[in-house]
Each structure stands twice: as C-alpha cells, then as structure tokens.
C-alpha cells in the first residue's frame, strides 16, 4: 500500500505546484475539457476525491469551496485522501466498483492517479503553465486505456481518440487516445 502512498503523494505534490502556480487572472481560461475552465478541471478533481472517499463510507468533509480557493479546496482533498492512504486499515477498505470489488489503494491507484496525471496537463494548458507529464505516468496511462474500456468515451469522459500527427511522442499520443490536441 506504500506504493500507492507514494504515487498518490508525487502525482499530487505534481498537481499542487501546477494549482498554486495559476495566474489569478486564467482561472475563467478554457480547458481542453469541452466546456470546462480551469476552475472547472480542479473542482472535477476535488469531486472526485469526495467521490472515492464516498465508496468507502467517508467524506471530504467542510471544505474551502473552489469558486472561493481553488488552491484550499484541492490541498483539503489531497490531504484526506493522502491520510486515507497512510493509515493501512483505511487503505486497505473495500467496496464493490464498477469492474468488481477493489480496495480504497486500488482504485485510487488507478482511477485517481491516472486522473490527476491526465488533469494536471489540463490544468497546464488551460493557464500556459508547464504541460510536460512524468514519462513512466504516461506509459502506466497507456497501460490503463483499456481496462477502462468503453466507458473512456462516455459523455464527459473523454472526447473520441484522435490521430495523433506523424511521429508524435508518447505524451502526445497518450493524449490524443485521450481525446486531446497537444
């Protein structure tokens, strides 16, 4: 579970800087995210931290709103679920998903994880912040593509996979089965 931990806490320190380095003036900025601001992509992200905690009888609590503190609301979501991760008993929680029993460390290994990491870049091409993504992540992103399936293409998921241009590298190939333009 330690694994976990540790992913769960380098991807999220990632997400940190990128939250705290928005320019107060791009918060409104379109993402990638059809429809979506870059508030927008931060408040999918804090939900769905509540979301996870919520299949294991918890909650995220009183937290900052991400109209009011986008950076608050998001290290509030963090530290839950970083706690969650730390304390074995919580971490090792189960509950039925979508695709079967899993425990708590699971499912944010591979729903939360690969969501930040996908999200992190959105939130980085929505401000003009830096849109590099960790290289191992986006292999384990590749690797996950088809566990998700189908449901990757449900509405507000993830647009239809797109052809990537000639001699794209990984990143930008990830993103294009994903749905984005890099």
Known sequence: MSDTADRYRRLAGAFTETV????????ESPSPCEGWTARD???????????????VGRELGD?????????AAWRAARDAIQA????????????????GPSTFAEAIDRFICF??????????????????????????AFELVPYFG??????????????PPPGA??????????GRRA
């Open 84 to 99: 969650d991760l730390d304390d074995p008993a919580r971490a090792g929680a189960t509950f039925q998903g979508w695709r």
């Open 150 to 163: 189908d449901d990757l293409r449900r509405p507000d998921v993830c647009g239809p996979a797109l052809q």
């Open 41 to 55: 992509v931060v408040r999918h992200v804090v939900d769905t931290h509540g979301m996870f905690l919520g299949l």
């Open 169 to 178: 590298d990984e990143q930008t190939r990830l993103l294009a089965v994903l």
């Open 20 to 27: 705290a380095a928005v320019p107060a003036d791009r918060w």
């Open 115 to 140: 969501d930040q990491v996908v999200h992190r870049w959105d939130l980085a091409r929505a401000t003009g912040l830096d849109e590099r993504m960790d290289p191992a992540e986006v292999r384990l």
């Open 63 to 71: 937290i900052a709103s991400v109209d009011d503190d986008p950076l």
